[in-house]
């Protein structure tokens, strides 16, 4: 396994360090207040002859473009480095935890609509209820979270979706943090949790033209070479590519009143039916409920809604999986449905 590097930026990382070694490390924070930059802001005032905006080239701007992971003050310098090296829990608290068992619904679409409850826990609160410590790999799409954490006394990568930030949507930012995870947890032959709950990648011109559909195809890249053992879960909706991505994996678990399809409902109406409106009736067509999920191989388990059966589940997934099961899922749901 390769070794975990980190690095605390105090005032001034600046020059060939912060574009060296600086900035090259697994995991990196920044000293609140500290001058943090490529060129020093003297530098940059003197040899163009403009003054810098305020806050430029500091640690907060430097935190603000995701550039650092985290911005801290002297005193929590040595908590924050023990947490990175699993020395200290640096537990998350969830929003949202799972409710009462809820009753059978009658059609897919009411499913959709109890996946999409504002109440529901997403993706970022079942790494709260799931890990016992976690460490942020920062990014600015705040859809898209990734950590260093611990499930149990597993150290591992996970990224996980928010669906209650801002639209729930992920940008092409969202991705590349995704990416970098998987990287990380490929350096460092870390095994990888992801936890799936979005309506789909942001589809506005500003997401196609910082190339949505790219970063997505570089982010099952990134999952399809991984050489550890990978596990995502589908806590709610699980919509088109935005969440295809995140769930190639070796074990694919759904729970038990999430969907998972590879377009929302209001996308596939407004393709086949020329009508958006029409999505509870596509809905049950796209065959996404955890029911027809794992009758069509799709999933590997259906999983209870509750936070001991999902974290059983997770366990034996990573305890059973063998990496390369991505692929052999994917053949198995093929054949079966080419014959």
Not at 81 to 87: D, M, R, T
Not at 238 to 244: C, E, F, I, K, V
Not at 311 to 335: I, N, S, W
């Amino acid at each position: 396994a390769g070794l975990l590097a980190l690095a605390v930026h105090r005032s001034p990382t600046t020059g060939g360090v912060f574009a060296s070694y600086g900035s090259l490390v697994d995991v990196r924070a920044a000293v609140a207040g500290a001058t943090v930059g490529f060129a020093g802001p003297r530098v940059v005032e003197l040899t163009l002859g403009t003054r810098l905006p305020p806050g430029s080239h500091t640690a907060e701007s430097a935190y603000a473009a995701g550039l650092v992971d985290a911005l801290i003050d002297e005193e929590e310098e040595q908590a924050w480095v023990e947490a990175v090296l699993g020395l200290r829990p640096a537990p998350l608290t969830p929003r949202f935890s799972p409710g009462e068992e809820l009753p059978p619904v009658t059609s897919a679409w009411q499913e959709v609509h109890r996946a999409r409850a504002p109440g529901r826990p997403s993706g970022f609160d079942w790494a709260a209820l799931l890990c016992d410590s976690w460490v942020d790999l920062h990014g600015v799409d705040p859809v898209v979270r990734a950590g260093l954490a611990r499930f149990e006394d597993r150290p591992l990568v996970v990224v996980a979706f928010d669906r209650h930030a801002a639209d729930g949507r992920p940008t092409p930012a969202g991705f590349r943090l995704a990416q970098r995870a998987a990287a990380t947890a490929a350096r460092l032959r870390l095994p990888v949790l992801t936890l799936i709950d979005t309506p789909g990648a942001h589809m506005g011109p500003e997401a196609e033209a910082g190339g949505i559909a790219g970063e997505i195809a570089r982010t099952m890249a990134a999952f399809d070479t991984a050489g550890e053992v990978s596990v995502a879960v589908c806590v709610g909706e699980g919509g088109s590519g935005g969440a295809l991505a995140l769930g190639h994996t070796d074990r694919l678990l759904v729970l038990e009143h999430a969907v998972f399809s590879v377009i929302a409902p209001e996308g596939a109406a407004a393709i086949l039916e020329r009508d958006a409106s029409k999505a509870p009736e596509v809905a049950e067509k796209l065959k996404l409920t955890s029911r027809d999920l794992l009758a069509l191989g799709i999933v590997d388990e259906v999983v209870p809604e509750r936070v001991d059966a999902v974290r059983a589940a997770v366990r034996r997934a990573f305890d059973e999986a063998q990496p390369g099961d991505r692929l052999r899922r994917a053949d198995a749901a093929t054949e079966r449905w080419v014959r």
